[in-house]
């Protein structure tokens, strides 16, 4: 059985849930996407589509994607529906008009077209599955895991100012405004520097739905703002960081229910202690995860808890490094990566 899995529009994505599944499954994919100036022609996906038994559409949110999924399966291919993700990249209230909400419905009516016609679906999280199943039952989860070719040293952190870590989405979609007075308390001290990776792209522009966000970070004073990278380079420039602590703040609802633990893998690979967000009800990615590897809050209490952290960085550092060692050991891709296969071979039974 020959596995293709090709790419969505989202190149971190694509990157845990299909480049890593394939590559150390020995799969087929477009590993040219991992290319920052990646073009793919239609005939090379063509070429590669004839030559495969099943196709893994990686969120696949554009109507091309679907034509093409359409047409494979006339063909005789197996089209399977892969998404790490709830539909709306971005909750629809915070959208700024009407145009971009109809263009994030539309986007959500491919989903669910794509998903009537798969022959089976794969989800990151049992609550995805379960949304899933409702359009179509015949749904596996696979888990996220990480690449250990992705471990870097981390820079020291030599500045003589305790850096506190903010890695992508928690910069945005409201994730950190339940914190925003912790953060400004920490911005306040002096002996504190915010970190944070994120809201501007390469050329220092944002887009127009996260103005509230940029203007936030904006207002710090002790801060220091590193913009958006490509999925090749976001190790290299994490380690660079020189964090102390990662935070991962989010805000309490469906749309982060339906999140993974990636971000704690991910910082727990570069040995950054974590903090991390728990939820009331227990519904949070990173509930369940042992005290032991990481410090999970579900009271407001942040910025007490980045200070013991700071006053307690020997205690911390032995606690991201026995994450370390069980992250390796339970979510590495190297040994995940049969597991995908075998699931994908029960799909299509």
């Known amino acids: 059985m020959k596995i293709l899995f090709l790419n969505g529009q989202y190149p971190f994505c694509f990157y845990y849930r299909s480049y890593l599944p394939a590559v150390y499954g020995r799969h ?16 090379h996906l063509k070429a590669m589509s004839e030559k495969a038994d099943v196709i893994v559409f990686q969120r696949p949110s554009d109507k091309k994607s679907l034509e093409l999924a359409k047409l494979l399966k006339k063909k005789g291919k197996k089209i399977i529906f892969e998404n790490d993700d709830t539909y709306s990249a971005i909750p629809l209230e915070r959208l700024g008009n009407d145009a971009q909400r109809k263009i994030a419905e539309e986007m959500n009516q491919t989903l669910n077209d794509f998903l009537s016609i798969s022959d089976g679906v794969i989800a990151s999280t049992e609550v995805l599955a379960k949304e899933y ?3 179509n039952p015949n749904v596996c989860v696979l888990k996220n895991t990480i690449d250990p070719l992705d471990e870097l040293p981390c820079k020291e952190n030599t500045t003589g100012k305790f850096r506190v870590g903010l890695i992508g989405s928690v910069t945005t979609n409201d994730d950190y405004f339940h914190i925003k007075e912790d953060i400004r308390k920490l911005d306040e001290r002096g002996d504190v520097t915010i970190v944070i990776m994120g809201v501007k792209f390469y050329d220092g522009t944002h887009l127009p739905i996260m103005q509230e966000d940029y203007d936030f970070w904006a207002s710090l004073k002790n801060i220091e703002w590193h913009t958006y990278c490509h999925v090749t380079e976001y190790f290299s420039n994490v380690a660079d960081l020189a964090l102390d602590v990662a935070i991962i703040p989010r805000k309490e609802h469906y749309f982060n229910q339906c999140k993974s633990n990636l971000k704690f893998l991910e910082m727990s690979l570069l040995k950054i202690p974590v903090i991390a967000q728990g939820f009331s009800d227990g519904t949070s990615p990173y509930q369940g995860i042992d005290e032991e590897y990481m410090t999970v809050l579900t009271n407001n209490n942040w910025y007490n808890e980045i200070i013991k952290i700071k006053e307690n960085s020997k205690e911390a550092k032995e606690k991201a490094s026995k994450a370390y060692d069980w992250v390796l050991k339970n979510y590495s891709i190297k040994e995940y990566a049969k597991v995908w296969t075998e699931s994908i071979k029960n799909l299509i039974k």
């Not at 087929?28 to 005939?43: A, L």
């Open 28 to 43: 087929m994919t477009v590993e040219d996407f991992m290319r920052k100036d990646m073009k793919v022609s239609p005939e």
């Open 133 to 135: 199943a409702l359009i």
